[in-house]
């Protein structure tokens, strides 16, 4: 088996590289959080709608709010990965 | 948002299938209407669907999306003949004692609303599919 080493150089170069302000994590988090709270309020609306008998399609308001239900899932097991990563992380020895 | 495409289609289907059922009930409810307001007996309704892009992008269609879903594209009266039937004692019954009866056929409209009814339950079951197999894809994170 052949091994190589790290090509330090390019490694360096990577962090050192300034990142993009406008597409950092926290932002790209921020961006799903608030479009999940979004679809949510969507969710609300219609259901809302769907209480003051405004509404004609009771299934518009069950697609609503299972689509609230799957992205908000999402969230969580993408923010149960980030977890158990920063947890991973606390854990190595230093 | 692209993933959810197919319940904006499986929505727009199950909205047809309402429509139609409404259709069939006007049928039901005027199965025996001798009077209307254009005069003469009460024509059958038939519904008429055309597909269309409801993905909610614009010019969708002129992308040449491929996937398309359902809406009403009219509801226009039945060419079918009326029925006539012997009942001289009836108000609307013409010289010989005969009534124009709607074109409207009890057992037909029947028929209609299983149809109506099983594609509804169709359209839902694509949605409880697309729900099953986006759970899937997260328990991927699992």
Request: glycine share 4%.
């Amino acid at each position: 088996m052949k091994i190589e080493g790290l090509a330090t150089e390019h490694f360096i170069e990577s962090i050192q590289k300034p990142r993009k302000a406008d597409s950092s994590f926290v932002d790209v988090l921020k961006d799903s959080i608030n479009k999940v709270s979004e679809i949510e309020k969507e969710a609300d609306k219609e259901a809302e709608k769907l209480a003051r008998m405004e509404t004609q399609d009771i299934h518009s308001t069950m697609i609503a709010i299972e689509k609230a239900d799957l992205t908000f899932q999402l969230m969580m097991q993408v923010r149960n990965k980030i977890l158990s990563a920063y947890e991973e992380i606390m854990r190595m020895q230093v | 948002m692209g993933m959810f495409d197919v319940l904006a289609i499986s929505s727009s289907g199950l909205k047809a299938q309402r429509n139609r059922l409404e259709v069939i009930a006007t049928n039901l409810a005027n199965v025996h209407t001798t009077r209307t307001a254009e005069g003469g007996p009460y024509k059958k309704k038939e519904i008429v669907f055309a597909s269309e892009d409801v993905s909610g992008e614009p010019f969708g269609s002129l992308l040449k999306k491929k996937t398309e879903g359902v809406r009403v594209e009219a509801i226009e009266e039945s060419r079918k003949p009326f029925e006539r039937v012997f009942d001289p004692g009836h108000p609307d019954a013409d010289k010989e004692g005969y009534v124009t009866l709607p074109n409207v056929n009890v057992m037909e409209e029947m028929v209609d609303m299983i149809s109506a009814t099983r594609s509804y339950e169709a359209n839902t079951n694509v949605i409880s599919a697309t729900k099953h197999m986006f759970m899937k894809a997260l328990e991927i994170l699992k």
